[in-house]
T-cell receptor
Framework: DSGVTQTPKHLITATGQRVTLRCSPR?????VYWYQQSLDQGLQFLIQ???????AKGNILERFSAQQFPDLHSELNLSSLELGDSALYFC?????????????FGPGTRLTVL | GNSVTQMEGPVTLSEEAFLTINCTYT??????LFWYVQYPGEGLQLLLK?????DKGSNKGFEATYRKETTSFHLEKGSVQVSDSAVYFC????????????FGSGTRLQVQP
């Protein structure tokens, strides 16, 4: 158990809908990363938050957004869903800082768009 | 930009065979290097890491050495078990700038009894 929790575990929805994925980082970790794992694109970085602020963006679509709350949990919002958004979404947390390179991953949320 | 290249899978081995999964990277400076493992239906677990040249990461019988001269971080295990069947991902983290992981495509390992 990495200490990172994600809910829900599975999500099935229809095209055009909006969903919210939730992530709680390990105790003490200030940084949260979101990644998407799909068969055709592999594991891709979407976005990073650090202590409530957006720190870096990767290949995140404009239909997607995220935020990190004062208690450090994070939510990834996916809207106007398309079939191609079906994937496994992971969040990872990290302490950040010199020598603290390791990211710990949650179990993921499997999104299926029908 | 940064990139990681892994050998194509699946790799199929018999129990107790020797394992090598090749990983090479492209990055500026000295990135940190990682191997993560994903068991069926689960998330990614850190297997081992190395943060500077010539470092050897090791865990659960797996080893990988950070080779700057060949920009490689090959994963090895002397004797695999059926329970090692999983997908293995090589990843790097740049020393500066964006701190997200860049992953390779993953290598599926199947160990047969």
């Amino acid at each position: 158990d990495s200490g990172v929790t994600q809910t829900p575990k599975h999500l099935i929805t229809a095209t055009g809908q909006r969903v919210t994925l939730r992530c709680s980082p390990r105790s003490g970790d200030l940084s949260v990363y979101w990644y998407q794992q799909s068969l055709d694109q592999g594991l891709q970085f979407l976005i990073q938050y650090y202590n409530g602020e957006e720190r870096a963006k990767g290949n995140i679509l404009e239909r997607f957004s995220a935020q990190q709350f004062p208690d450090l949990h994070s939510e990834l919002n996916l809207s106007s869903l398309e079939l191609g958004d079906s994937a496994l979404y992971f969040c990872a947390s990290s302490v950040e800082g010199a020598g603290a390179d390791t990211q710990y991953f949650g179990p993921g949320t499997r999104l299926t768009v029908l | 930009g940064n990139s990681v290249t892994q050998m194509e899978g699946p790799v199929t081995l018999s129990e107790e065979a020797f394992l090598t999964i090749n990983c090479t990277y492209t990055a500026t400076g000295y990135p940190s290097l990682f191997w993560y493992v994903q068991y069926p239906g689960e998330g990614l677990q850190l297997l081992l890491k190395a943060t500077k040249a010539d470092d050897k990461g090791s865990n659960k019988g797996f080893e990988a050495t950070y080779r700057k001269e060949t920009t490689s971080f090959h994963l090895e295990k002397g004797s695999v078990q059926v329970s090692d069947s999983a997908v293995y991902f090589c990843a790097l983290r740049a020393p500066t700038g964006r701190r997200a992981l860049t992953f390779g495509s993953g290598t599926r390992l199947q160990v047969q009894p």
